[in-house]
């Protein structure tokens, strides 16, 4: 059983930036695929992006450009480095793990999940 702990959300102005943290526990991380959603009010949770376990990445058109993903396997973290942020990007941000998606963007291929880290983003 994988746990994850999202970390890192908050209040930002727009333009501003935020680095949210996922640390894993009780499974081999490395051999995890990794993925970030998100959920705003009223709104289906929603793919935003994806690290496989080879570190191929993966982002909904909407952030490309200025969201980054990345993994730390010693550290046993995913990392979602958000810049440029805007008022639409307000939501609850959820850390995924996969043990072999055949989608990375569907929620259906994930089989771990956290509790979900608050971003909100004022104008």
């Known amino acids: 059983q994988v746990q994850l702990v999202e970390s890192g959300g908050g209040l930002v102005q727009a333009g501003g930036s935020l680095r949210l943290s996922c640390a894993a526990s009780?499974?081999?991380?490395?051999?995890?695929?990794m993925g970030w959603f998100r959920q705003a009010p009223g709104k289906e949770r929603d793919f935003v992006a994806a690290?496989?376990?080879?570190?191929?990445?993966y982002y909904t058109n909407s952030v490309a450009g200025r969201f980054t993903i990345s993994r730390d396997n010693a550290k046993n973290t995913v990392y979602l480095q958000m810049n440029s942020l805007k008022p639409e990007d307000t939501a609850v941000y959820y850390c995924?793990?996969?043990?072999?998606?055949?989608?990375?963007?569907?929620?259906?291929?994930?089989?771990?999940w956290g509790q979900g880290t608050q971003v909100t983003v004022s104008s």
């Open positions: 995924a793990a996969s043990r072999g998606p055949s989608s990375y963007t569907l929620m259906r291929y994930y089989d771990y």
């Open positions: 009780g499974g081999t991380f490395s051999s995890y695929a």
């Open positions: 690290i496989s376990w080879s570190g191929n990445t």
